[in-house]
């Protein structure tokens, strides 16, 4: 149980375009999500917690309006990187806890890679 | 907010030597300590984790340790295979801040 659904697994854009991350939750329902990145060979930062019906809440040094986060339902948030830089690559992954005391469970990540 | 040290960065076994990686963490409130493993461009895995009402707890040749009043808390890995080679992540606290990882590669 507990499956986190990441779409799409790696996505090539050019600068300047927007890119839309889907985060499902199959088997529970998530009200929290939450949305890390990750660069090559450092650690998972925390972006922003995703929280069904209301605002995102963002960490400190994430551009909301660049990382607009969408959580319109019981399973499914969305990260959309708008106007794309190559700063932007990086390994986007998305997670959940599941029911109880269920543990943190990730999504498979999305590879971005910025021309 | 809460932050974790991890230690070391890299770390290179004999195949059956043991391993160990330590963390510490800042915020005494953090009651949540689990332990991922990440393979190359792929998902962190959940191999085990530990609550604050715990000192230690083990899964065959994986074990967790977790001493509150020092707030650090340790990953052990015994008779370590070749398989084990990957980044182990140390994380804290209920939406987790995650330490900065450490290689470990076992050597045949």
């Known amino acids: 149980g507990a499956v986190v659904s990441q779409h799409p697994s790696w996505v090539i854009c050019k600068s300047g375009t927007s890119v839309k991350i889907e985060c499902r939750s199959l088997d529970f329902q998530a009200t929290t999500m939450f949305w890390y990145r990750q660069f090559p060979k450092q650690s998972l930062m925390l972006m922003a917690t995703s929280n069904e019906g209301s605002k995102a809440t963002y960490e400190q040094g994430v551009e909301k309006d660049k990382f607009l986060i969408n959580h319109a339902s019981l399973t499914l948030s969305t990260l959309t990187v708008t106007s794309a830089h190559p700063e932007d690559s990086s390994f986007y992954i998305c997670?959940?806890?599941?029911?109880?005391?269920?543990?943190?469970?990730f999504g498979n990540g999305t590879r971005l890679t910025v021309t | 907010g809460e932050n974790v040290e991890q230690h070391p960065s890299t770390l290179s076994v004999q195949e059956g030597d043991s391993a160990v990686i330590k963390c510490t963490y800042s915020d005494s409130a953090s009651n949540y300590f689990p332990w991922y493993k990440q393979e190359l461009g792929k998902r962190p895995q959940l191999i085990i984790d530990?609550?604050?009402?715990?000192g230690e707890k083990k899964d065959q040749r994986i074990a967790v340790t977790l001493n509150k009043t020092a707030k650090h808390f340790s990953l052990h890995i015994t008779e370590t295979q070749p398989e084990d080679s990957a980044v182990y992540f140390c994380a804290a606290g209920g939406i987790p801040t995650f330490g900065r990882g450490t290689s470990l590669i076992v050597h045949p």
């Open positions: 997670s959940a806890y599941g029911q109880g005391d269920s543990p943190l469970h």
């Open positions: 530990i609550r604050s009402n715990v």
